[in-house]
């Protein structure tokens, strides 16, 4: 009974890290830019290990104000499960940033 | 009736402080009104940062075509702000306007008042020659375009003390007499010249007071030339 029980963990264990790789981190953002007014909602892909809206917040900073945007607000952090419906808004700043 | 004596240099400098205080409380005013309208007035970018709160907080407004509406929204607003900038210009320039408009209503008004005791001191102090002209020819004196027939002697004396005048001369009656008849002062006598005075005297008051106070209308008769509220029997 041990014996088929250890490697039933690991096996689960497995499957558990594969899942969530497979999952995916993704956060919508809000950002603007100045003189003219100009406005986007795009997404943006996050590593497994920070998926948080702060880590969001932290990369979107940087890699929006290289382009001369400035970051409004990190509205959501989601999983490929509603990655599908945002998309659509997102448009050509899906995954830009 | 004491109470009206005043000196004219007390009145002048009371005007001068008058207007000194005038004209800084306009400007004053003015300039207050000016800084409170100019930072009443919103800032160019209020539209933008209204737009960007609407953004920012409705979660739901994520749509590319609800996002292009809004910056459509903070454009219009920012040309509404450059609108603004000119009415701000052109507010400035009427408050402009009115600050010297009313300077110039206040200056006016001072010097209305001024005037206004002037001329009741003019009238106060009786008749006021403002010309005379005395013509040798027609035996004719015109004081203040009012003409006066006088004999050639009485004419020839005023004749002698406009002259007088002008040099800024003062005539003794033996001189007048002497210079009159031509003879040397010292067969002259101070009455003769006295006499002549009289004559001019009486001649030309005589026809000076009947033009001024006692009228007389031809065919009908005699009146006082004077408004009749300024009459009191005592």
């Given at each position: 009974?041990?014996?088929t029980r250890?490697?039933?963990s690991i096996?689960?264990?497995?499957v558990?890290t ?23 909602y795009?997404?943006t892909?996050?590593?497994a290990?920070a998926c948080?809206?702060?880590a ?5 900073n ?15 952090v989601?999983?490929?499960s509603?990655?599908?419906?945002k998309?659509?808004?997102a ?7 | 009736?004491?109470d ?10 009371k005007?001068?402080r008058?207007i000194?205080?005038?004209?800084l409380?306009?400007v004053?005013?003015?300039v ?6 100019f ?5 160019a970018?209020?539209?933008?940062m209204?737009v960007?709160r609407i953004?920012v907080e409705?979660?739901?407004?994520t749509?590319?075509?609800?996002i292009?509406?809004?910056e ?8 509404f702000?450059?609108?603004l900038?000119s009415y701000?210009f052109?507010?400035?320039v009427?408050?402009l306007f009115?600050?010297?408009?009313l300077?110039?209503?206040l200056?006016?008004?001072v010097?209305l008042v001024?005037l206004?005791?002037?001329?009741a001191q003019v ?6 020659v403002?010309s005379?002209?005395v013509?040798?020819?027609?035996n004719?004196?015109?004081l203040n375009n009012?003409?006066f027939k006088?004999t050639p002697?009485?004419t020839e004396?005023?004749?002698i003390?406009a002259?007088a005048?002008m040099d800024d001369?003062?005539?003794?009656g033996i ?5 009159i008849s031509g003879k ?9 010249g006295?006499?002549r005075?009289k004559?001019?005297?009486?001649t030309?008051?005589?026809?000076m007071v009947s033009?001024l106070l006692?009228?007389?209308i031809?065919?009908?008769g005699?009146?006082l ?7 009191q029997?005592?």
């Open positions: 009974m041990m014996k250890t490697p039933l096996v689960l264990a497995l558990a594969v899942s969530a790789a497979n999952a995916g981190c993704y956060a919508d953002y809000k950002a603007k830019r100045d003189n003219p007014l100009r406005l986007h795009g997404i892909e996050l590593s290990a948080s809206k702060a969001a917040r932290e990369k979107l940087t890699t929006l104000a290289a382009d001369g945007w400035t970051l409004l607000n990190v509205i959501s989601f999983d490929d509603k990655l599908g419906q998309e659509a808004n448009g050509q700043y899906f995954l830009r940033y | 009736m004491l009206n004596i005043s000196s004219a240099t007390e009145a002048r400098r005007m001068d008058v000194i205080f005038g004209v409380a306009i004053a005013i003015l207050i009104a000016a800084l409170l309208l930072l009443n007035l919103p800032d970018n209020a539209f933008n209204r960007e953004f409705n979660d739901a407004l749509n590319s075509d609800d292009k509406l809004l459509i929204l903070a454009q219009s607003g920012t040309a702000s450059a609108t900038t701000r052109v507010i400035f009427l408050l009115a600050t010297a408009l300077v110039a209503a200056a006016f008004l010097m001024a206004n005791r002037r001329m009238e106060r102090s009786g008749i006021q403002s005379l002209i013509s040798r020819d027609e004719t004196v015109y009012m003409e006088l002697a009485a004396t005023m004749a003390l002259e005048r001369d003062v005539l003794s001189e007048i007499e002497s210079i040397s002062s010292v067969d002259c006598d101070e009455a003769s006295a006499t005075i004559r001019l005297r009486d030309l008051g005589n026809q033009e006692i009228k007389n031809s065919r009908k005699y009146m030339a004077i408004d009749k509220d300024v009459i029997m005592l």
